[in-house]
């Protein structure tokens, strides 16, 4: 429940925030930017990108055994049942080395099934490069203001909706990027809110812009939990969200300080977030 829950309270409290506080100090925005690209970067280090390795090794290992299978005597079929049942339950190291050193030929091929992934996650880098240039880079905190607003923004709206959406779809396998997109969303939600206000975007423009973009990254974990032909492409979908959240977070991260001056609280920011990241 709470990987529904937190990526919408946390763009619902970051709303509230703006309406209510106008936060006027950005040095704390920034500094809470960088702990959320630091939180969310190790996040997705440390929990999904081993998660997609492992899913797509899994899958080959159970096409593997399946092979195996089917290549057996008639005569043992019922015996081999038991075992290719036993085998896909319990994947350990020694199996795992057992399919990799079957033969040139299945090495060779893992290899490509990973260096796919690998594929995946640079088109999530680009996709994320082409989103940001309707967005203007709103996803990590980049919002200026030209000149006033009288309707929604229509182009920002859709590209961070599938941005959001496209977070939301690994989630329904990984619960603790939930609290690392959550972490990544109030920040943003903030600054979003105060340049619409600053921009004199009417209340109900404001509200109903929030309160859509706060259900996008919930409706993309529902999506994928529902909708079989998406956890077909678990793995696929999974890397592109690691792309863009490499993208976003390392943008956060590696953004230079004004006047290129070593900014001691944005590091020990990031340090922080790298810290609970990891342990999260």
Do not use: C
Request: charged share 15%; glycine share 6%.
């Amino acid at each position: 429940m709470l990987v529904y829950i937190l990526p919408f309270v946390s763009i619902v409290l970051g709303y509230l925030i703006a309406i209510f506080f106008q936060p006027k100090n950005k040095q704390n925005l920034k500094l809470l930017l960088a702990f959320s690209g630091a939180f969310l970067l190790t996040i997705t280090v440390s929990h999904l990108l081993p998660e997609v390795y492992y899913h797509e090794i899994e899958k080959e290992i159970k096409t593997e055994l399946v092979a195996k299978q089917e290549n057996h005597n008639h005569h043992d079929h019922s015996h081999d049942d038991h075992n290719l049942s036993h085998d896909l339950h319990n994947h350990d190291s020694h199996q795992v080395a057992e399919v990799d050193n079957h033969s040139g030929h299945n090495h060779n091929h893992n290899h490509g099934s990973l260096k796919i992934i690998g594929l995946f996650i640079m088109i999530g880098i680009v996709f994320q490069i082409v989103l940001e240039y309707f967005s203007r880079g709103a996803e990590h905190g980049h919002v200026h203001i030209h000149e006033k607003m009288s309707k929604i923004p229509w182009a920002l709206f859709i590209s961070l909706s599938l941005h959001a959406l496209l977070e939301g779809m690994p989630l329904s396998h990984q619960n603790n990027l939930a609290l690392g997109i959550a972490i990544h969303h109030l920040p943003i939600a903030i600054i979003l809110t105060s340049f619409f206000m600053q921009a004199e975007l009417n209340k109900k423009s404001i509200f109903l812009f929030m309160m859509f973009f706060s259900v996008m990254t919930p409706l993309g974990t529902i999506a994928s939990e529902q909708l079989s032909f998406l956890n077909n492409y678990y793995t696929e979908i999974s890397a592109i969200v690691v792309g863009i959240l490499f993208h976003i977070s390392s943008t956060i991260i590696f953004e230079s300080s004004e006047g290129h001056k070593f900014n001691l609280a944005k590091l020990i920011a990031i340090i922080l977030g790298i810290i609970l990241g990891y342990f999260v």
